[in-house]
Structures are given as C-alpha cells and as structure tokens.
C-alpha cells in the first residue's frame, strides 16, 4: 500500500477518535484523572 495512504488514513483515524473521546468526556474531562 502506498505509504502516503497510510499516513493519511491513520491520521485521520487520529482525528476522529480524538473527536469522539471529546464528545464521551464533556465535562468530566477535569475531574477524572
């Protein structure tokens, strides 16, 4: 696979987890550590 492909297509995994992690911790995300 092209390894271009690869960088994109993990970032952009990346970038959409990070966005759903947000989502789940709202608030929470100061307390909980």
Do not use: C, H, P, Q
């Not at 696979?1 to 709202?26: C, H, P, Q, W």
Request: charged content about 40%; glycine content about 12%; cysteine-free.
């Amino acid at each position: 696979m092209d390894r271009k492909a690869m960088y994109k297509l993990s970032y952009g995994l990346f970038i959409l987890t990070a966005k759903e992690v947000e989502k789940d911790n709202g608030g929470k995300r100061d307390g909980s550590k």
